[in-house]
């Protein structure tokens, strides 16, 4: 074997569209920038996946994230063959953030395009905090809405204002 290690399989998928302007801030189109604030000049950001007015979609966020053991076979004519296998008691401390990880219920890629990234602690912290702040939102949006997410005027008017710059 010539190598054997942790790794992370992960996707990150986002789609969304929106400008920033000169000042980075996020604001929805161009155009919407120069009516509102007299402003000229943009730049547009698009996330993974196309998400235009041609090819509208929900803004939305899916992450996966899965720790293996990969190991990595050479042979004589320098071909490689990549084995990704679960992890087994005796790689993961319990408690740990790769422990959390690997303990995530119902994580199934659904894109052809997984990456690998070689496991360490600050990457794992990574994916545990981004898979918590979706969570989080989760429970935010639940919170205020119900479990089904339906939203009302009397339950939109009860929400803090987000985007007032005071604190």
Not at 5 to 12: A, E, N, P, Q, R
């Given at each position: 074997m010539k190598e054997n290690?942790?790794?992370?399989?992960?996707?990150?998928n986002t789609v969304c569209s929106y400008c920033k302007n000169k000042n980075g801030e996020i604001v929805p189109n161009g155009l919407w920038e120069s009516k509102?604030?007299?402003?000229?000049?943009?730049?547009?950001?698009?996330g993974t996946e196309e998400h235009n007015?041609?090819?509208?979609?929900?803004?939305?966020?899916?992450?996966?994230v899965k720790p293996r053991m990969l190991?990595?076979?050479?042979?004589?004519?320098?071909?490689?063959?990549?084995?990704?296998?679960?992890?087994?008691?005796?790689?993961?401390?319990?408690g740990s953030t790769l422990d959390w990880l690997n303990s995530l219920c119902g994580m199934?890629?659904?894109n052809t395009n997984t990456k690998e990234i070689?496991?360490?602690?600050?990457?794992?912290?990574?994916?545990?905090r981004s898979i918590i702040g979706i969570c989080n939102m989760n429970e935010q949006?639940?919170?205020?809405?119900?479990?089904?997410?339906?939203?009302?005027?009397?339950?939109?008017?009860?929400?803090?204002?987000?985007?007032?710059?005071e604190k």
């Open positions: 290690k942790i790794v992370l399989l992960y996707s990150i509102a604030n007299g402003v000229a000049g943009h730049k547009w950001i698009s007015s041609n090819n509208g979609a929900p803004y939305g966020l899916s992450l996966y190991n990595v076979w050479e042979f004589p004519d320098k071909t490689e063959y990549r084995e990704y296998l679960p992890l087994e008691a005796k790689d993961i401390v319990e199934e890629s659904k070689d496991y360490d602690e600050s990457i794992g912290m990574f994916f545990k949006l639940k919170r205020v809405f119900g479990d089904n997410i339906e939203v009302t005027l009397s339950k939109v008017r009860m929400l803090p204002d987000l985007t007032s710059k």
